[in-house]
């Protein structure tokens, strides 16, 4: 392994002497830190890592990309890595930096199957768990200077208002990174923030919120670097960028809500239907959150925030007195409309009609207090809530494209294209490894389908109806419970055992993703003379090497690459397959997606198909909320061809 490792380092060090350009790639070492635990087949885990890190550096010299992520995971010890160095350094210096990285890594123990290196240009980090997520871990995360600024209180006031605007701006710009130039008395302060690609928006602001309050402790010395599991801040009186790699973030620093209108300086490119049922209030009740930092929370503790209160006075008249005209949909729980506030803000109004009691009262407040601390861009935001008599009201962030089945079966069938559908495909996949690895405790949605997928006014997507959502407490690998859900969307050992772990919703995912690419519906046969459901077809498809025959016969074949498309059906197999165990984590499905290399070594086995038993082939799922016992579910392994 270490003559491995010393072979790559001279060979990207030889790379690098015929390129030219190597400047200053910042290698002076930050933090380093090695796992205790050892890979369990060594032969197998040292071919993993190289394969990883061969990956990785492949798409730094090949690609020029400033991030990189790889995963091999053949055999028992799998390995996921990622790279990621500042955007204003050349490809040359961030190979460079990479190669001083890797050959720290031979520093570890043999086998250790973990490992993270942080240098002041760059960060390497491999691990045997996807943890591409990850945004904050204990330990050291600030390094300040010694020496103070000449003038400390004009020195110390602007630098803590450039390192703000920093926190607040780059989470909304595209590939999370910022860097800017603030003149102060006798110089000027360089400073620039920066995420990990594959957090979220929120992961990133939490994290850069965490760095901000460390960084802040340098202050007023001239220089200081907070740095964490999936984010970096730097700030200096020093250049340690040239000036016109700088980045306008003035659009953003006050809040703005749009990545559009961020100006790139020189070279650098840099109606939700949500309520948890009441049932759940019991669970909710014995749940204590833990005494161990949760989930990436590494001050620990959650304070959840309670949502708006809304009068029905106002409700009542902003939705026209809840008119026809004014509903947008009907669902499990009660009608949507749009409503239209007094200060011009449009949001969606869901009526719920669920009695009236004390308990209920209590059990309605708490359930929506914790649902409304929810907060991802790619998941419908709940806004507030009103009770009045028997009705509980909740109040939306408004959709302006209402939900993806009507792009893909209804009205406006055949007007997506595929940039569009894959945008939807990754951002519905980010949306839910927040709710599941990110939130401090996880959430299982349960109901996860088209329907359920809205678009904004840019079609994005976010994730509603959160009207079936469970928690799952940390302790506990899945809930035994009765189902409820819709079938044709469902994992086998939900709809069958009661079953449920976050691996259904990973289940339901691969379904949707299924319909996005082939504009048809899971739970219908095809009009043709196959009569196939939608997993049997892709399944048959994917068997004979013919996955293109898939694709929404809407989609121009010149709009999008063949195998890409391939690929992203590949991996809606690898949702489906029987083995809930054998399913990816939502986590290392957005690596998977985002990633534009293949899948190597994964394969899809065999999925199941989850279909119930009605007199029409076509009448083949339940309606959302309902009980199993409505109709008789059957499970079958789908024929090799």
């Not at 003559?3 to 690098?16: D, F, R, V």
């Not at 010299?61 to 996921?80: I, L, N, S």
């Not at 959302?624 to 024929?639: D, K, R, Y």
């Amino acid at each position: 392994m270490v003559m491995q490792l010393k072979l790559l380092a001279l060979t990207l060090l030889l790379w690098l002497r015929v390129e030219g350009a190597l400047g200053d790639p910042q290698i002076s070492l930050l933090n380093k830190g090695c796992s205790q635990y050892n890979a369990t087949n060594l032969s197998n885990f040292y071919e993993n890592l190289n394969a990883t890190l061969d990956n990785l550096i492949a798409q730094v010299r090949k690609q020029r990309k400033h991030f990189a992520m790889a995963q091999e995971a053949r055999g028992a010890d799998p390995v996921y890595g990622m790279f990621q160095c500042r955007n204003y350094l050349s490809t040359a210096d961030c190979a460079a930096c990479f190669a001083a990285a890797a050959a720290q890594v031979r520093n570890c123990s043999t086998g250790a199957n973990g490992a993270r290196v942080i240098y002041d240009g760059c960060f390497l980090r491999y691990e045997s768990y996807g943890f591409f997520e990850q945004t904050t871990m204990p330990g050291d995360s600030i390094i300040c200077g010694n020496e103070k600024a000449a003038e400390a209180n004009g020195f110390n006031a602007t630098a803590q208002q450039v390192l703000k605007d920093l926190q607040i701006a780059t989470p909304k710009i595209t590939g999370y990174y910022a860097a800017t130039k603030t003149k102060v008395a006798g110089g000027a302060i360089y400073a620039i923030a920066q995420c990990a690609e594959t957090v979220s928006e929120s992961g990133c602001l939490e994290c850069l919120t965490v760095g901000y309050k460390n960084i802040n402790l340098c202050l007023p010395n001239k220089n200081g670097i907070a740095f964490d599991a999936g984010c970096f801040m730097r700030y200096s009186e020093t250049a340690f960028f040239a000036d016109k790699q700088t980045i306008d973030i003035t659009p953003l620093k006050k809040g703005g809500s749009s990545k559009k209108g961020v100006i790139i300086g020189g070279v650098v490119g840099g109606v939700g239907l949500v309520v948890i049922l009441l049932a759940l209030f019991a669970l909710l009740r014995r749940y204590k959150k833990p005494k161990k930092a949760p989930r990436g929370d590494i001050l620990g503790a959650t304070e959840l925030k309670g949502p708006e209160t809304y009068r029905y006075k106002g409700l009542k008249s902003a939705t026209k007195n809840f008119s026809d005209e004014n509903k947008l949909g009907e669902g499990g729980f009660g009608d949507v409309y749009k409503g239209t506030l007094k200060n011009g803000k449009v949001v969606a109004v869901k009526k719920l009609i669920l009695g009236h009691s004390r308990k209920i009262d209590e059990q309605f407040e708490s359930e929506v207090k914790l649902i409304s601390n929810v907060h991802h861009k790619n998941l419908v935001r709940l806004l507030g809530c009103c009770i009045n008599g028997q009705e509980r009201i909740l109040v939306y962030e408004y959709m302006a494209n209402n939900s993806l089945d009507r792009f893909l079966f209804g009205q406006k069938k055949g007007s997506l294209n595929w940039k569009q559908r894959y945008d939807i495909i990754l951002g519905t996949a980010k949306g839910l490894a927040y709710l599941h690895e990110d939130f401090h405790i996880c959430i299982i949605h349960r109901d996860i389908k088209t329907s359920n997928i809205l678009l904004d006014e840019d079609m994005q997507p976010k994730i509603a109806d959160f009207g079936l959502a469970r928690l799952l407490p940390e302790d506990q690998t899945h809930l035994s419970t009765r189902f409820a859900g819709t079938l044709g969307y469902t994992a086998p050992e939900y709809a069958i055992n009661g079953q449920l772990s976050e691996k259904a919703d990973t289940y339901s995912f691969g379904v949707v993703v299924l319909e996005i690419i082939s504009g048809q519906k899971s739970n219908e046969f095809r009009a043709d003379a196959e009569g196939e459901f939608l997993l049997q077809r892709a399944w048959k498809l994917y068997e004979e090497n013919m996955l293109l025959e898939l694709v929404d016969e809407t989609l121009d074949p010149e709009d999008y690459d063949a195998e890409e498309v391939e690929k992203i059906t590949e991996i809606a197999l690898l949702c489906t397959q029987a083995s809930a165990a054998a399913r990816p984590t939502m986590s290392e499905l957005v690596l998977l997606l985002k990633n534009k290399n293949s899948l190597g070594q994964m394969r899809p086995s065999m999925p199941v198909l989850v279909q119930s038993n009605f007199r029409t082939k076509v009448e083949t799922s339940t309606s959302t909320g309902s009980s199993i016992s409505n109709a008789t579910a059957t499970v079958s392994m789908l024929s090799a061809r």
